[in-house]
């Protein structure tokens, strides 16, 4: 066992104190009663040496002391007892107490089971050296006081495992912690970035329709100053309704009332577009019936029709546009055809990405087509029997 100070469980600490005390006992006995008897000189060195040794042979938790502290008991303690007893001709309960102690400080294994033995077979052995007329109830003290032993290191073990595992759960919590904040940073910057696409696609859009409309109101006023204070009204409305629809997004307010069904909000947004822009644009709304998505997913297309229209107009310089809804039972489809001046390779700016993210997002996706002086094609799509994009209840 290691030395009183260096232990850390008050059992421990407890179960040295009281052995000492134990021997101080057992000392003040030999003395008092046996120092007149011829092998008191023999019997006090072995007294010592069980004292002693096992107690104080190491102060290192890899000493050989330490680590045999069980046997050293065993060994010295029980030689003790088996000659005392032979020499007086009494059976002592000496072993008792160090049995205790020995099973406290026992470590798992099999080491444990021939201890048990040990202890359970020296009060026997001790018997045998006086006489089997002596035997009584004392000789089971080594195997008794050993299971004692035994249960409170049992106790210590789950105990120390307890601990681990709450030292554990403790690190676990703090990695818990740091991946929430990391998540948290995370959601934040997606959160920011699905915004600045939003404000993009919404600012993008309103712009270029204001644009083109003021630079058609401003070849008016010399002619038509009336029309062009109608323009320019309209513009106005254009700016306010813009306005709103930036502080929804900055407020994260969802729409109240009833939902608009899809194909009404995109022939909406190409009214407004073609009433702005002067584009010829044709909208078309293929499909048995109209299918109720969620608002994100109407939203998605929104943005997405948006987009391709300020960049049919604004890179492509078309002036006649085809818009199709085709509805099914699985797929929602969006095409948006432009007579523009096309490209040679589809290039993915922060407009595009935009439509490609939100699309995916709600496991649908995005395809662009175009040829130099020949459009160009956009088409979005997203599968109905995602439960995300059903019907929203309630």
């Not at 309960?93 to 026992?106: R, V």
């Not at 052995?125 to 089997?132: M, P, Q, R």
């Not at 204070?229 to 009332?257: A, F, K, N």
């Not at 499909?287 to 960049?311: D, H, K, M, W, Y």
């Amino acid at each position: 066992m290691l030395p009183i100070q260096s232990e850390t469980h008050w059992v421990y600490k407890t179960a040295q104190i009281t052995r000492i005390g134990w021997f101080v006992i057992h000392l003040l006995i030999l003395v008092i009663f046996l120092s007149a008897s011829p092998f008191f000189w023999l019997l006090l060195p072995l007294f010592f040496a069980a004292f002693l040794i096992p107690q104080w042979s190491g102060i290192k938790a890899d000493s050989f002391g330490v680590n045999h502290y069980p046997f050293l008991e065993l060994t010295f303690s029980g030689l003790f007892l088996i000659v005392g007893c032979y020499f007086t001709g009494e059976y002592s309960s000496f072993l008792a107490y160090p049995a205790l102690c020995a099973g406290i400080y026992s470590r798992p294994g099999k080491e444990r089971w021939f201890l048990w033995s040990g202890f359970a077979v020296a009060p026997f052995l001790a018997v045998l050296a006086i006489g089997l007329n002596h035997i009584g109830m004392g000789v089971i003290d080594g195997l008794f006081f050993f299971g004692i032993g035994l249960a409170v290191a049992k106790v210590l073990e789950a105990e120390k495992k307890t601990q681990i595992l709450l030292g554990e759960n403790r690190r676990q919590n703090q990695l818990l912690e740091e991946y929430a904040k990391q998540i948290e940073k995370v959601t934040l910057l997606e959160e920011r970035n699905r915004l600045a696409k939003d404000l993009h696609d919404t600012v993008g859009h309103t712009f270029t329709s204001v644009i083109m409309g003021l630079d058609a109101a401003s070849f008016l006023i010399g002619t038509a100053p009336e029309k062009a204070q109608e323009q320019v009204d309209r513009l106005s409305d254009v700016m306010r309704r813009s306005l709103g629809e930036l502080r929804t997004h900055i407020h994260q307010i969802s729409p109240v009332g009833e939902q608009e069904e899809l194909s009404a909000q995109l022939k909406k947004v190409t009214d407004q577009f073609v009433l702005h822009t002067k584009t010829e644009i044709l909208f078309e709304h293929a499909g048995p019936q109209e299918i109720n998505i969620s608002s994100q997913g109407s939203i998605t297309f929104v943005r997405c029709l948006q987009e391709a229209l300020t960049n049919a107009v604004r890179h492509g310089h078309a002036n006649k546009i085809v818009v199709i809804l085709q509805e099914e039972a699985v797929c929602v489809s969006l095409t948006i055809k432009d007579n523009g001046i096309g490209m040679s390779s589809v290039k993915y700016g922060f407009g595009l990405n935009g439509m490609k993210e939100r699309m995916e997002s709600l496991q649908g996706g995005l395809t662009i087509e175009s040829k130099p002086q020949a459009g160009t094609v956009v088409t979005c799509f997203l599968p109905v029997i995602a439960s995300r994009l059903k019907g929203e209840a309630g």
